[in-house]
């Protein structure tokens, strides 16, 4: 398996394949593997790095979605649960379980038997939907035991609590492990690859693009069929192909905030209530001490309209107090904007009418079911859907890729382990690489060994977070990490855990990196500018409406 980008880029400009996939986030490198693995000759390009869209934007969850049973979408969450299971076997290193409390509050000292009574359906039917693949099925807590789980909470207030079972997931890295064994099974892949034409034939059916890579010549894919992954950038690519300007994208932004954990306190994540507008927002404890403890809680999502850019999301002031309000109103710790250590925020790419019209109500009341689509040209494109469906979704494309290809071929991802998921086992998350583990799995040996040949690479790469000096070098090595921003955002996490500390270290993982990419002390600067920026603009995002940030970059 070689996820060299050069090695990459060489079979893309000179081999034929029988698809090209456009965009390298979840969908997209899910797509490959599933074409790839069945045998099909398999590119893709992503114009940024892989995930650096809404795959890294994400609440990081592998779940049913049990408010999806509210709004009646039973099939979704049947298959929801059963991919979230079929992701725990495939990548036992990534996806972990994750047990969620749901607290049952008082009302002037009243408890609303109507709520506990429709909770307990709800998680029943959740259970028999498919649920209870995980091994355990939800219960009902008395209030001294779910005050146990977050104490920060006002005990007056809590009158019981339900536990139930999902899982959670590192989005991005799922996504680049994805991407890599895509490669391992055949597929030429390589990101900074920006698709500028898709190439027709005389007879006006798609057979490839012209690509423009970051750094370097133009270059044309040849490919039987064309696949369009782009996520909220889908509509770019459909009207390269077909020339109009569709309108199939409804973007809707969410937003995450990260605390300190000792604010919160939670050992597990908890929904709470967001009182204005009958929603709830996830409590997620982050970056274990192996004790119980934790150093990080990050909280979300928002579900909002978006009217801007798709390239232009940030978190605005009034998301920021969003979530604050609702957090304080479940804690007494009174978290305020300056505890934020970080934030993020992301686009979901919801299905707009067939005839393009917006479907009404909140995003949050949208359906997250996914929509392929095949234009006059014979453009495949994969619309909407939720990470924890991508195997389905990529299924379902590929289906209708071997309908053009003539190459009847099953799918085979529903049993098909993932890079670093051979010779794992579970007892390597207690021990002393419990770290290393559920980001490499297997292949920790690999960054092991990269200590073991220069023994500074042990050392921290961030200063108070676990990311060794080591990981971005396996970045730049296996993962073809390319940028600053590639290993701060998404390689590692640090960027959305601590902005500020990663800030401080950013010139010495650029330091660190300029070896292994051979860049000079002008490229060394440009990358820690450039990451300095994008930061800053961050954080003043941060510090007005949405509106007043949208209109300073028109």
């Given at each position: 398996m070689n996820f060299d980008r050069k090695t990459n880029i060489d079979?893309?400009?000179?081999?034929?394949?029988?698809?090209?996939v456009i965009g390298g986030g979840i969908t997209g490198v899910g797509v490959a593997l599933d074409a790839a693995s069945r045998g099909l000759r398999t590119a893709l390009v992503e114009k940024d790095d892989f995930s650096s869209g809404t795959s890294s934007k994400?609440?990081?969850?592998?779940?049913?979605?049990?408010?999806?049973?509210?709004?009646?979408?039973?099939?979704?969450?049947?298959?929801?649960?059963?991919?979230?299971?079929?992701?725990?076997?495939?990548?036992?290193?990534?996806?972990?379980?994750?047990?969620f409390m749901i607290p049952i509050l008082t009302k002037d000292g009243v408890v609303s038997k109507k709520i506990a009574r429709a909770l307990g359906s709800a998680l029943w039917m959740y259970d028999l939907t498919g649920g209870w693949r995980i091994g355990k099925f939800h219960r009902r807590l008395k209030a001294k035991d779910a005050h146990s789980h977050l104490p920060t909470m006002p005990f007056e207030k809590l009158a019981s609590a339900y536990l139930y079972y999902d899982a959670a997931a590192d989005d991005s890295r799922l996504c680049v492990t994805v991407a890599r064994t895509a490669v391992q099974h055949g597929a030429a892949i390589a990101n900074q690859c920006a698709v500028t034409k898709i190439v027709h034939d005389e007879a006006g059916v798609a057979r490839g693009a012209i690509v423009q890579p970051t750094n370097g010549e133009p270059f044309t894919i040849r490919a039987t069929t064309v696949v369009n992954a782009a996520g909220v950038w889908a509509d770019n690519v459909?009207?390269?192909?077909?020339?109009?300007?569709?309108?199939?994208?409804?973007?809707?932004?969410?937003?995450?905030?990260?605390?300190?954990?000792?604010?919160?306190?939670?050992?597990?994540?908890?929904?709470?209530?967001?009182?204005?507008?009958?929603?709830?927002?996830?409590?997620?404890?982050?970056?274990?001490?192996?004790?119980?403890?934790?150093?990080?809680?990050?909280?979300?999502?928002?579900?909002t309209d978006f009217a801007g850019g798709v390239d232009e999301s940030?978190?605005?002031?009034?998301?920021?107090?969003?979530?604050?309000?609702?957090?304080?109103?479940?804690?007494?710790?009174?978290?305020?904007?300056?505890?934020?250590?970080?934030?993020?925020?992301?686009?979901?790419?919801?299905?707009?009418?067939?005839?393009g019209s917006t479907a009404k109500g909140k995003t949050a009341d949208l359906s997250r079911k996914h929509k392929v689509k095949v234009s006059p040209s014979g453009v495949i494109s994969i619309m909407g859907g939720k990470l924890t469906t991508y195997r389905k979704m990529s299924e379902h494309t590929v289906d209708e890729v071997v309908k053009h290809t003539g190459k009847a071929k099953k799918c085979k991802t529903k049993n098909l382990q993932f890079i670093g998921a051979k010779g794992f086992k579970s007892s390597m998350l207690n021990g002393a690489d419990a770290h290393l583990a559920e980001r490499f799995g297997s292949e920790l040996n690999k960054v092991k060994e990269l200590i073991s040949q220069d023994p500074s690479l042990g050392e921290p790469l961030i200063a108070g977070l676990p990311y060794l000096r080591a990981e971005a070098v396996f970045a730049c090595r296996s993962e073809m990490a390319l940028t600053l921003d590639d290993?701060?955002?998404?390689?590692?996490?640090?960027?959305?855990?601590?902005?500020?500390?990663?800030?401080?270290?950013?010139?010495?993982?650029?330091?660190?990196?300029a070896t292994e990419l051979n860049w000079d002390s002008a490229e060394i600067d440009r990358q820690v500018?450039?990451?300095?920026?994008?930061?800053?603009?961050?954080?003043?995002?941060?510090?007005?409406?949405?509106?007043?940030?949208?209109?300073?970059?028109?």
């Open positions: 079979r893309l400009k000179n081999e034929q394949f029988d698809v090209l994400s609440s990081k969850l592998i779940h049913g979605g049990l408010r999806y049973l509210q709004q009646g979408e039973i099939g979704l969450v049947y298959e929801a649960l059963h991919e979230r299971q079929r992701l725990r076997k495939n990548a036992p290193h990534l996806v972990q379980l994750l047990p459909r009207q390269a192909d077909e020339g109009n300007n569709p309108h199939s994208i409804r973007p809707a932004k969410g937003i995450h905030i990260t605390v300190p954990w000792k604010k919160v306190q939670n050992d597990i994540a908890i929904v709470i209530p967001v009182r204005r507008d009958k929603r709830s927002l996830f409590v997620v404890p982050w970056i274990s001490n192996g004790d119980g403890t934790y150093q990080y809680t990050y909280v979300g999502t928002t579900d940030q978190t605005s002031v009034e998301d920021i107090h969003y979530v604050l309000e609702a957090l304080n109103q479940s804690i007494t710790t009174n978290v305020t904007v300056d505890d934020v250590t970080a934030v993020w925020s992301g686009l979901r790419p919801l299905v707009r009418n067939e005839d290993v701060l955002s998404r390689r590692t996490r640090a960027r959305i855990i601590n902005r500020r500390a990663t800030l401080a270290s950013a010139r010495k993982v650029a330091e660190l990196m500018a450039f990451f300095v920026d994008s930061c800053s603009r961050e954080e003043a995002a941060g510090m007005v409406s949405e509106a007043e940030f949208l209109a300073s970059v028109q």
